[in-house]
């Protein structure tokens, strides 16, 4: 509470602020802060949802190599549910496709070495946060010779997409909350090329309520002052040059290409790829998968709402025709998702 009023004796200004990150949307929203906030203060909701950036035809592919490829085809629990173009991984498991929730890209690799006969396949979603056990779960295969494990790639990276968004034309954005387990990993200093680019200021951030509120003041203290700095509000876990030994492994197995987001669309150098040498491990070249790409549900504007050009409750099908159990987009799937957040926590914002 004695942030909250800091935050108010500082405000003089309307200013638009993005938390990047998902975790840091459902924190905002499930404890309240945006209905503390002073009026002046607008949060808008990033592009941090792992889940609701995944492409529809990488679901899709998913889909394919568990029913038609006779895969164990294992993930994180949140992308079962997600629909594909047709189905979600969810329903192909109650078809009798042989789909595992595991917590750990390293279960898979366990899980190849005690089913010698069949292919088991690791979707590895993410941000830079979950790459560096995909990419050990790689390392450890080929170190063990283990043939029948890949991965279904889709990792995405922060900093291109919070560059997306401040190129957009109708991008409202005056600060960001950077997401502080990404930069545990991979440091901060990408982050200063943004505030040197587009004059912003940038505030690493954590994720409990009191962070979210202190990340907000030294964010808006920034603005107030017409500075633009990067700051890192999360000290007691973000180092300036993050994790080296994750960012090694990272670096040995992955390199950087352009991405497709769901919702946004390409962005350049968006994304991670596995290297050459790692193509074994690749189950796109494995399986030689060939899906057609399919158009995104027209009524689902999670491109304008991962861009923070439009809020939740703004979109016409919220609430109505997209709720949880019968969700358009995925940003209503996931639990990171906005939509998701606002439908079942914000009153602020829901009527606004
Ligand atoms: S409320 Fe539903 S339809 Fe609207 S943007 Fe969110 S997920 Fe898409």
Known sequence: MRILGEIRTVVT????????????????????????????????????CPVCVTPLDLI???VYLSEECGVILCSYGDMLRVPGSEKSLLEAKAGGADVRIL????EAVKLARLNPEREVVFFAVGFETTAPANALSVVQAHRLGV???????????????MAAVME?????????????H?????????YQLLVDRYQIPIVVTGFEPVDLLHGILMT??????????LENQYSRVVRTEGNPQAISVIHEVFRVDDRDWRGIGTIPFSGYELREEFADFDAEVKFQISIPKTEENQACIAGQILKGIKKPNE????????TPENPLGAPMVSSEGACAAYFHYSERDMVS
């Not at 043939?147 to 997409?161: I, K």
């Not at 957009?168 to 502080?180: K, M, P, Q, V, Y």
């Not at 990404?182 to 990408?190: A, D, L, Q, R």
């Not at 979109?315 to 997209?322: D, E, T, V, Y």
């Open 13 to 48: 200004r309307p200013w638009t602020i993005m938390e990047v990150c998902g975790g840091q949307t459902h924190s905002l929203v499930k404890n309240g802060i945006l209905e503390l906030l002073p009026q002046e203060v607008t949060m808008v909701h990033g592009p941090g």
């Open 60 to 62: 899709d592919k998913a």
């Open 103 to 106: 917590y750990s890209p390293l």
């Open 147 to 161: 043939t029948n494990y890949s991965l279904l790639v889709s990792h995405v990276l922060v900093p291109p997409a």
């Open 168 to 180: 957009d034309e109708h991008s409202r954005i005056h600060a960001f909350l950077a997401a502080g």
């Open 182 to 190: 990404v930069c545990t990993i991979m440091g901060i200093s990408e």
């Open 220 to 229: 808006i203290t920034q603005l107030e002052n017409d500075e633009c700095r």
């Open 315 to 322: 979109c016409p099908q919220f609430g109505s025709c997209c």
